[in-house]
């Protein structure tokens, strides 16, 4: 129709007298017959614009997690394959969208929808894509941005030359971009890594934390004897930019990615220069608070400091280079995975087993040693010893346990320093890597390992069937909390003083919270010393000893408040578990009871754990030897279940059995019906039995009407079930 009237317009237009003589009028002026052209004209279709490519709402054609999780696949599915085409899932906009609210989250504290983005920020978001893809991004920009914080209200073309300057010359955040940027980078390269990194390190990878880490020292270390201890956290705060690209680009080839990474190791980070010049205290005026709105999140930064001061000497250190942000962390196991390989090599190598150990002493050396429900328990053994060690890396932290003479460790030790001289350019030497005995116990991620000679009565059945119960002896491998660093990280807090018989100090920060929102903050962080200490074999006694310290804490800290003098007044008066509310000062009304008897506010919540009973026992719950995250046991097993092989092997073994699968049954039914319009149903097999198997089977697989009318009688009678479904 439209091609229609365009043709009869350009006949119009080439030739006006092709217009029929019913069309035509001869009376009307030649103004009246251009106005009738234009009107038989107005009808012809317009053309509609095509759909513009740089548009934002037409480059989301997808989910950025189902993109994510292809990626993931696919590395999982091929593990040792070189990387060379990034940039193309680097071009997608999808990904940018997902980390603009991933980042919006961090900043902001409140996850932002995808219909929630503004066109604006669409807008702005594919700009800074494109100046990434084209080579114009440039790391730390101070004055001019690609795309601003959702929060940022800051008009920069409008500031002084003061503020400027100060912009320009002192320590700022990292801008907004650089961490949209940092948070592509990182969902691209995270899934490449994490199929080839080594099972042998547990930090600042996903799934994996210091429990782990623990759980897997407590199953597999038990039978060592000599530890080594080595810190190598000096390489978390900056390596060489040669030593980093080149442990990237063993995998990863592509050009545009390997150039941004070494631009942002390369470019230098602006920090504000004191030169311990001591600056003058200058009188500020009267400030007033500033008001947070109701969207805004409430800091707390007296929990945060709470929080992140108990955190372990090994975990305590979080790399940054340059300009990566949360990139470094992923940088830096991927340049010492070099060193998980070689110590993999390493424990291959040492390996020579014993036969007369009780651990160890197959030749594969990948049997259960010992136990496997006890397997921190190792029973005595003979002056013969099998030669084995392992090993485990927590950041910059490494731990090695050697089972044989201190001659082997001390080989060892030499090797791994050469290694860390030639790879890393980190000169160690045996203070640093020192070598200790397990009995003088071993200090790691806050717990002490150590080794206890127990006498526990073993029962085993006998030839005949005679149970034997004897008592026998071995050595049993604890990791208990280390109360001194216990004590270490409490003084720190200032929450007590002294060493030997530790006194707990008010908390004078909290002095101006209520007295529910206190017992709540300390109520926190008692869940997180319980949860910190879950696998520790003292759990029950440091667990209780935290209690006693903040209970004591506030105590103290209630009694200068309310005026109370002692802390035996305060638990008079607020009950052991400080649950009752205290008296208020005087000339003061009773506000929390006028609040509490209307029915506006809850109770007050009373300390956790202030009797041992109340904690919760050591977790020890067996752990598998072959260990691997929830997500990538998911990943493995969507990809052997997506194998043809592998269902060709379910389908084969099926068929082995002499069973049928519900989808064979399935379409067996369907294609009996349509060939011979006899409706089948399970019916059929349970009335004929398990010994008719065969017969159904052939039946469903190939049936006619003249097999059936050819039966004998036996068969009739054994089928009289059948038969009745059939009608």
Known sequence: MHRRLSIFTHKILTNPNCIPATTKVSSFSPRTNRLGLLRLLSYTPLNRRPADPEDPSNLIKEDGVSILSQMWIENFREPDRIVTNLTSYIRRFELWVLAYQKVCADDMGAYMPRSSIQRSALEDLLGLRNAVLDGRFRWGARLEFYIKSPKDKTDYESLSKRKIKAILTTTQPSPFQDKLVQEVLLMVLEPIYESRFSQKSFAFRPGRNAHTALRVIRRSFAGYLWYIKGDLSTVLDGMKVGLVINALIRDVRDKKVVDLIKTALVTPVVTSNDDGVVKKKKSRKYQKKRVLAEDEPKPDPYWLETFFGFAPEEAEKLPSWGHCGILSPLLANICLDELDRWMEGKIKEFYHPSKSDVIWNCPEGESEQG???????????????????????????????????????????????????????????????????????????????????????????????????????????????????????????????????????????????????????????????????????????????????????????????????????????????????????????????????????????????????????????????????????????????????????????????????????????????????????????????????????????????????????KEEEKGEGFCVSQL
Not at 408 to 423: G, H, M, S, V, W
Not at 477 to 482: Q, Y
Not at 625 to 638: I, T
């Open 371 to 713: 136990n496997t429900s006890w397997p921190e328990f190792v029973p005595t053994s003979g002056p013969d010893k099998t030669r084995k060690m392992d090993y485990i890396r927590y950041g910059g932290h490494i731990l090695i346990g050697v089972r044989g003479p201190r001659a082997d460790a001390a080989t060892l030790r030499k090797q791994l320093i050469e290694f860390c001289d030639q790879k890393y350019m980190l000169k160690l030497d045996n203070e640093s890597l020192p070598i200790e005995h397990i009995t003088k116990g071993i200090l790691f991620l806050d717990h002490v390992l150590c080794r206890r000679v127990v006498y526990p009565t073993l029962r085993y059945t006998a030839t005949g069937g005679k149970i034997i119960s004897e008592k026998g002896v071995g050595t049993l491998l604890s990791v208990t909390a280390s109360l001194k660093q216990c004590i270490k990280q409490f003084r720190k807090l200032s929450f007590l003083k002294g060493d030997r018989d530790p006194d707990p100090q008010p908390c004078f920060r909290m002095f101006h919270a209520t007295q529910a929102h206190t017992n709540a903050q300390m109520n926190k962080f008692l869940s997180t010393m319980v949860e910190w200490y879950r696998y520790a074999d003292n759990r029950k006694k440091v667990v209780n000893f935290c209690a006693y310290i903040l209970r004591g804490s506030l105590a103290k800290l209630y009694a200068a408040k309310y005026k109370l003098r002692s802390r035996a007044k305060v638990y008079k008066i607020g009950d052991r578990n400080l649950s009752r509310p205290l008296k208020e000062k005087k000339g003061q009304s009773p506000e929390y009871h006028n609040l509490l008897r209307m029915g506006l506010v809850e109770s007050i919540d009373g300390l956790q754990y202030t009797r041992m009973s109340l904690v919760p026992e050591t977790d020890y719950t067996p752990f598998p030897s072959n260990w691997r995250p929830e997500h990538e046991k998911a990943l493995l097993e969507y990809i052997r279940l997506d194998d043809p092989k592998t269902l060709e092997e379910q389908r084969r073994c099926i068929m082995d059995q002499g069973l049928v699968s519900p989808q064979d049954y399935i379409s067996m039914l369907v294609w009996n019906y349509k060939r011979s319009a006899i409706p089948l149903d399970q019916f059929t097999f349970v009335k004929s039995g398990s010994s008719d198997i065969e017969r159904d089977k052939q039946f469903l697989l190939g049936s006619n009407q003249d097999n059936l009318e050819n039966r004998t009688t």
